[in-house]
């Protein structure tokens, strides 16, 4: 009895040795591993083929005025050298409050426009990104509306604004 067991298990080794025919490869490099959901934040500019969120990584952002300060800034140079621009004039007043994931940015000054607006949609998606580092609030939960007066525009959600 232990005879065939031994067999048995010479050739199930054997065959696990064998493996599967996978001839091994050398080495490919895949970059950095992904670390999860960035904690960094992110400002939304526009270029060429749509609004693209370069990230600020180290900056904490405590407050919305400040993630409106980091959009009015506009790009670096090295991002604008690579196709980004800032359609948001800094002289527009804005007043930023959140309640549950539901973000109102009042701009008297500023006429909001349809999901296909960039400068829209750099508000809405820099906005959506501060509510997440402010308040946790799920990415996908969160629900911007821009009041210009009197007339509210949204709500929005940044992926409305994001190339597919």
């Known amino acids: 009895m232990t005879r065939p067991r031994t067999a048995l298990t010479c050739c199930v080794l054997a065959?696990?040795?064998a493996g599967c025919g996978i001839r091994p490869t050398g080495v490919t490099a895949?970059?950095?591993a992904p670390s999860g959901i960035s904690k960094s934040m992110r400002i939304y500019f526009v270029s060429d083929t749509g609004l693209r969120g370069v990230s600020r990584p180290g900056t904490?952002?405590?407050?919305f005025k400040l993630a409106y300060r980091l959009l009015v800034d506009g790009p670096t140079e090295e991002e604008r050298a690579d196709g980004l621009a800032n359609l948001v004039?800094?002289?527009?007043w804005v007043n930023v409050t959140a309640r549950h994931g539901h973000v109102t940015i009042k701009t008297p000054g500023y006429a909001a426009g349809s999901p296909q607006d960039q400068s829209t949609g750099q508000l809405v998606c820099t906005f959506a990104r501060a509510?997440?580092?402010?308040?946790g609030t799920r990415p996908d939960k969160v629900q911007v509306t821009l009041v210009t007066g009197k007339e509210h525009a949204g709500p929005y959600q940044c992926q409305q604004f994001l190339s597919h």
């Open 30 to 32: 895949g970059g950095t």
């Open 15 to 17: 065959l696990a040795a």
């Open 89 to 92: 004039r800094p002289d527009k």
């Open 60 to 63: 904490k952002v405590d407050h």
């Open 131 to 135: 509510e997440v580092l402010l308040h």
